[in-house]
T-cell receptor, first 115, second 112 residues
Framework: DTEVTQTPKHLVMGMTNKKSLKCEQH?????MYWYKQKAKKPPELMFV???????INESVPSRFSPECPNSSLLNLHLHALQPEDSALYLC??????????????FGPGTRLLVL | QQQVKQSPQSLIVQKGGISIINCAYE??????FPWYQQFPGKGPALLIA?????SEKKEGRFTISFNKSAKQFSLHIMDSQPGDSATYFC???????????FGRGTSLIVHP
């Protein structure tokens, strides 16, 4: 099974709402990632978890809060977002062995619209 | 500083033609050179990748050419098909950092 699943597929939220994005993989990968992708742009790294510990935070605003409950799950909690946060949010995973040849496996993404 | 320069930004080819996308990099620590393919509404997926110890790798209609001295690598799609219409990203990685550095992407449209 080489699949990364993400829920929900689409999400519309107001600026005062609190919502969560969920990601799951069952490949035994120990590195998991959140990316943000705007239209016609490359994925932009937000967070990296390695062995369930946050290893990279790319200066993301605190209105985005990641969580890694276990080695298979990754959440992204959203609060007080701005309209400019509307984007496709991608989850990815990789083996996490630190090898340059590691392949990232991406989920289909959650399309987020902030009103 | 833009570490990875990908060109062209968009490409339109006829069915059966050859699509060529180029990627130039500055970081000499990169030692793995993948190309990702992304269809609308989907996440990127690894298409083909090359290590710097070879100059070319072919998988079906897809070929990577690598020029270490010029710090460039390219993706060639032979006999392009409408189903190849997608966005392609070069995304080199370096040892010790298994996180890809994405190029800006190339939107490929293959007309029937």
């Amino acid at each position: 099974d080489t699949e990364v699943t993400q829920t929900p597929k689409h999400l519309v939220m107001g600026m005062t709402n609190k919502k969560s994005l969920k990601c799951e993989q069952h490949m035994g990968h120990r590195a998991m990632y959140w990316y943000k992708q705007k239209a016609k742009k490359p994925p932009e790294l937000m967070f990296v978890y390695s062995y369930e510990k946050l290893s990279i935070n790319e200066s993301v605003p605190s209105r985005f809060s990641p969580e890694c409950p276990n080695s298979s799950l990754l959440n992204l909690h959203l609060h007080a977002l701005q309209p400019e946060d509307s984007a496709l949010y991608l989850c990815a995973s990789s083996q996490g062995r630190g090898l340059s040849t590691e392949t990232q496996y991406f989920g289909p993404g959650t399309r987020l619209l902030v009103l | 500083q833009q570490q990875v320069k990908q060109s062209p930004q968009s490409l339109i080819v006829q069915k059966g033609g050859i699509s060529i996308i180029n990627c130039a990099y500055e970081n000499t620590a990169f030692d793995y050179f993948p190309w990702y393919q992304q269809f609308p509404g989907k996440g990127p997926a690894l298409l083909i990748a090359i290590r710097p110890d070879v100059s070319e790798k072919k998988e079906g209609r897809f070929t990577i050419s690598f020029n270490k001295s010029a710090k460039q690598f390219s993706l060639h799609i032979m006999d392009s098909q409408p189903g190849d219409s997608a966005t392609y990203f070069c995304a080199p990685q370096s040892g010790g950092s298994y996180i890809p550095t994405f190029g800006r992407g190339t939107s490929l449209i293959v007309h029937p």
